[in-house]
């Protein structure tokens, strides 16, 4: 029987969301093993103006338990 956890983290770009969830996945696979997937659960961006300076993204990252 396999038993999973989840984390909560999150991660920026200055590119998109998209790619805060690619960074956020590289950052979590370097410290934890087994991760089978993640959900976001959330995006905000920062602005300035009307320039979207940095994009965020929260998510819970699932990953089996050794």
């Given at each position: 029987?396999?038993?999973?956890?989840?984390?909560?983290?999150?991660?920026?770009?200055?590119?998109?969301?998209?790619?805060?969830?690619?960074?956020?996945?590289?950052?979590?696979?370097?410290?934890?093993?087994?991760?089978?997937?993640?959900?976001?659960?959330?995006?905000?961006?920062?602005?300035?103006?009307t320039a979207i300076l940095e994009y965020r993204v929260t998510m819970e990252v699932t990953f089996?338990?050794?």
């Amino acid at each position: 029987m396999a038993v999973a956890r989840v984390t909560k983290i999150t991660a920026s770009s200055k590119t998109g969301w998209e790619d805060a969830a690619r960074e956020g996945l590289k950052r979590a696979s370097s410290s934890l093993r087994g991760i089978t997937g993640f959900e976001i659960v959330s995006q905000k961006a920062k602005v300035e103006g009307t320039a979207i300076l940095e994009y965020r993204v929260t998510m819970e990252v699932t990953f089996v338990l050794e």
